[in-house]
């Protein structure tokens, strides 16, 4: 069974919501840090948002901030991004990480260290 294990992407019209959640399993998921990044078709993956292991710092790309939310749940296992206003450049597959080393969420991706699979989201005009 892998880690981590992306969910809630989907097709969806600009301007509408998605949650995306993140299901972690045989790993100790309150001891990482907790990453979601994206990659767009013929683009590089980018950072998307970041979480603490505890819950009570995160982090934004610019291109997200005011309409993403980063949350978890460390009884659930399970992180979450609330997508608010979505715009077709927010088309991508969706992934999250997860990084032991660090205590707060980092911009990184080298920084972390198990990734999930991945979820689709389509945004259409």
């Known amino acids: 069974q892998v880690p981590l294990v992306e969910s809630g992407g989907r097709l969806v019209q600009v301007g509408g919501s998605l949650m995306l959640s993140c299901a972690a399993s045989?790993?100790?998921?309150?001891?990482?840090?907790v990453g979601w990044f994206r990659q767009g078709s013929g683009k590089e993956r980018e950072f998307v948002a970041g979480?603490?292991?505890?819950?009570?710092?995160?982090n934004y790309a610019d291109s997200v901030k005011g309409r993403f939310t980063i949350s978890r749940d460390n009884a659930q296992n399970t992180a979450y991004l609330q997508m608010n206003n979505l715009k077709p450049e927010d088309t991508a597959v969706y992934y999250c990480?997860?990084?032991?080393?660090?205590?707060?969420?980092?911009?990184?991706?080298?920084?972390?260290?198990?990734w999930g699979q991945g979820t689709q989201v389509t945004v259409s005009s």
């Open positions: 045989r790993i100790s998921f309150s001891s990482y840090a």
């Open positions: 979480v603490s292991r505890s819950g009570g710092r995160t």
């Open positions: 990480a997860a990084d032991k080393d660090n205590y707060a969420p980092s911009s990184l991706a080298y920084a972390y260290d198990i």
